[in-house]
């Protein structure tokens, strides 16, 4: 049973009860939050190989002649940058510019492969769909007939291959069909009648700053790949889990460091953002670039003990000069970060307090990410 | 599970006494309802705590809770290993994730605490 009924529940759902894991409503899901402890899971992503199940996370098939321009025109990154078998960062802008979501957009070569958040997938695809020529591109949630599993850690690539996927000479943000040999699919069945062509998405990305491969597979596959992948060494981790990962690199989660009522400029995500490319939100993004920021995304690293959370402000010689958007306890540094938009005259390495239930605790004004990893190595 | 020997609160405290000295900690329960505990907040040692009152702080990966004094009484020993060993809490939660010592004026208050199997009853139906 769900822990509630309206939540959907992921192909993979029996998998995680089997493991007896806490399960969480997120985004609309009934999805893992941990499997008994975060800390354990943070460190077998960050030492050896974690998989988590982001069977949430919305997924879009645009194709047709028309899909590059009407994702130009919905997204803030310039797609026509984008060859077939990559995949790019870019922001969804409303059109005073606040961030409708962040995402990424893999480029295949029947076309294209946008990943929104869960709890924004439907505003991504009715920002997709008021763009373009509706005539010469065609929009597909194929969100039903497909799970996701992560697969991140400095292992991830020899986990991957002991489950009989193949992910050699790929690079960074490289994207190309998952053909999985499965032993469950039917018979006669061609892997084009799946959710997708060539019957799935293999790209080496992920959100935990870690090595990693994302699996987006038929979801009645997905079981079976789970499978594999934990008898092949990878320990499951939970949401928890890769919200601290996260948190340590200093990647933002949208709707808490980021929303529709915060800028690109402030964020500072600027770097996916290509004014010229005629995308929604673009005067509104030009317009605050062009004033500054009004206040800066920036990391604080508690000095000493205590864990900032959300919502603490943020005082520097007792002026309060910001407020924190996600904080908690870093298993690797093994000890409080945060998140927090700051007065734009605090710079890095300055010393503020961050008050926490009345308590003030030192910090040191920092540039993410936290920990020293690289997805890219 | 919850050893017969200790008295609970229903804030799923534990508390053993020795003479006038009442070593206090949290739950098996508690502590896995927490999750991983990454940092506990104790009072300096000389502090008067009153019985009901929270007197720290236990923090986990996912949340905060409150600590509540079992019983009134004074902070004469807390437990410095938690300080770089907080998993403690997690690995042995009657043992040595203890927290702190207080020095209570009477024994008796002991008597209005839950003993372990009135404190059963309250987990059974949380």
């Known amino acids: 049973m769900p822990s509630d009924p309206q939540l959907r529940q992921s192909p993979l759902d029996d998998r995680h009860r089997a493991l007896d894991a806490t ?108 763009c373009g020529d509706r005539a010469e591109r065609d929009v597909a949630d194929v ?128 770097w996916a953002v290509k004014p010229g490319t005629g995308f929604t939100g673009e005067d509104a993004y030009v ?52 998140l927090g938009y700051l007065d734009p005259a605090i710079q890095t390495g300055d010393r503020v307090e961050i008050d926490v239930r009345g308590k003030s605790l030192p910090a040191e004004v920092v540039r993410p990410p936290f920990v020293d990893r690289d997805p890219k190595a | 599970m919850n050893p017969p020997d200790l008295k609970y609160t229903e804030e799923h405290e534990w508390a053993r006494a020795d003479g006038a000295r009442v070593t206090v900690g949290i739950t098996t329960y508690a502590q896995d309802a927490l999750g991983d505990v990454v940092y506990v907040d104790l009072p300096a040692t000389g502090t008067r705590v009153e019985s009901g009152q929270p007197f720290g702080e236990v923090e986990s990966t996912k949340s905060v809770s409150d600590l509540y004094a079992p019983v009134s009484g004074t902070i004469v020993e807390r437990n410095e290993s938690l300080e770089s060993s907080p998993e403690l809490v997690n690995s042995d939660p009657y043992g040595e994730g203890w927290m702190v010592v207080i020095e209570v004026e009477d024994v008796s208050v002991l008597d209005g605490l839950l003993d372990a199997a009135a404190y059963e009853r309250l987990v059974a139906n949380a």
Request: proline letters at 6%; one cysteine or more.
């Open chain 1, 23 to 130: 399960m969480t409503g997120f985004g609309g899901w009934d999805m893992p939050l941990d499997y008994g402890t975060v800390v354990a899971e943070h460190r077998a992503v960050r030492e050896g190989c974690g998989v988590f199940d982001l069977s949430h996370l919305g997924t879009l098939r645009v194709t047709g002649p028309g899909a590059e321009s009407t994702l130009q025109q919905a997204l803030t990154n310039d797609v026509s940058k984008l060859v077939p078998g990559r995949a790019h960062y870019t922001l969804c802008l409303d059109g005073g510019g606040g961030i409708t979501d962040d995402l990424l957009v893999y480029r295949l070569d029947w076309g294209f492969f946008v990943v929104p958040n869960a709890a924004n997938a439907s505003a991504v695809r009715a920002a997709i769909d008021a």
């Open chain 1, 143 to 270: 969100k039903a007939d497909l799970a996701c599993l992560a697969i991140q850690g400095p292992d991830a690539a020899d986990v991957v291959t002991a489950a009989g996927v193949d992910v050699s000479d790929m690079a960074y943000l490289d994207v190309g069909p998952l053909e999985l040999a499965s032993p469950d699919a039917e018979p006669g069945r061609s892997l084009d009648d799946g959710p997708v062509p060539g019957g799935g998405v293999l790209a080496r990305s992920g959100y935990t700053g870690e090595r990693g491969y994302e699996l987006f597979c038929d979801a009645a596959v997905a079981g079976s790949l789970w499978d594999r992948v934990l008898a092949a060494g990878a320990a499951p981790a939970g949401l928890g889990a890769r919200d601290t990962l996260r948190l340590e690199m200093g990647y933002p989660l949208h709707g808490q460091d980021i929303s529709p009522a915060t800028s690109p400029v402030d964020a500072p995500l600027g």
């Open chain 1, 287 to 338: 317009a605050a670039k062009e004033a500054g920021p009004q206040r800066r995304l920036r990391g604080l690293r508690v000095l000493g003990r205590g864990i900032p959370r959300a919502r603490c402000t943020v005082r520097r010689d007792g002026s309060d000069v910001g407020e924190t958007t996600s904080g908690t306890f870093s298993p690797t540094l093994r000890l409080g970060i945060a």
